[in-house]
């Protein structure tokens, strides 16, 4: 089953600890992208990658980093998370950007910030 | 500065009826646009899409329309049905090179059985 998947679902952690939200997908796509979902701001792009070692930020990077070491995997890492970044996050991939229908996004990672 | 405006949070429509979503773009290097759906609880769902080459795009119920020199595009859903209420989210991308997606804050949409 193609499928995105995102780790942990819900994360509560404390300002300045260091964490990493994982994604993984299993349909061999080379675009992936982080996102996140905010009361009356909508989805924002984190970051982009459209391959192994090849990334690039998207609107809002601050305070966030990405790495794409495997064509699979894309995490997400908050080097000293802030109570700004307090969100919902979705990950997503296809096989690039300009072939959306092959895109999907995995259920989300819920994350507060104290 | 918002690149991507949805400028109506909510829009209510009978089932049946049409529901036409607005979007309006500053950027005129953006040449592709993306509509998407969201359901609460889940992950955004890819809908429909359009490059600049055209100005109509349509699958089955989902029609989107796009007028270049006024820097807007619509999704026309005909008929509306209770299934589609949900938030949809637009998106554009530009011919730079880049793929990096700007999207739209997301208008409600509710269809009244």
């Known amino acids: 089953e193609a499928q995105v998947t995102q780790n942990p679902r819900y994360l509560i952690t404390v300002t300045g600890k260091k964490l990493t939200v994982t994604c993984s997908q299993n349909?061999?796509?080379?675009?992936m992208s982080w996102y996140r979902q905010d009361p009356g701001l909508g989805l924002r792009q984190i970051y982009y990658?459209?391959?192994?070692?090849?990334?690039d930020k998207g609107d809002v990077p601050e305070g966030y980093k990405v790495s794409r070491k495997e064509k699979r995997n894309f995490p997400l890492i908050l080097e000293s998370p802030s109570p700004n970044q307090t969100s919902l996050y979705f990950c997503?991939?296809?096989?690039?950007?300009?072939?959306?229908?092959?895109?999907?996004f995995g259920p989300g990672t819920r994350l507060l910030v104290l | 500065d918002q690149q991507v405006k949805q400028n109506s949070p909510s829009l209510s429509v009978q089932e049946g009826r049409i529901s036409i979503l607005n979007c309006d773009y500053t950027?005129?290097?953006?040449?592709?646009f993306l509509w998407y759906k969201k359901y609460p609880a889940e992950g955004p769902t890819f809908l429909i899409s359009?490059?600049?080459?055209?100005d109509k795009n349509e699958d089955g119920r989902f029609t989107v329309f796009l007028n270049k020199s006024a820097k807007h595009l619509s999704l026309h859903i005909v008929p509306s049905q209770p299934g589609d209420s949900a938030v949809y989210f637009c998106?554009?991308?530009?011919?730079?090179?880049?793929?990096?997606?700007?999207f739209g804050k997301g208008t409600k949409l509710t269809v009244n059985p």
């Open positions: 990658s459209m391959n192994v070692e090849v990334t």
């Open positions: 997503a991939s296809s096989l690039s950007l300009r072939k959306v229908e092959t895109q999907y």
């Open positions: 998106a554009a991308s530009d011919k730079g090179g880049s793929e990096k997606l700007v």
């Open positions: 950027n005129s290097m953006f040449d592709y």
């Open positions: 359009i490059s600049s080459i055209k």
């Open positions: 349909m061999n796509h080379e675009y």
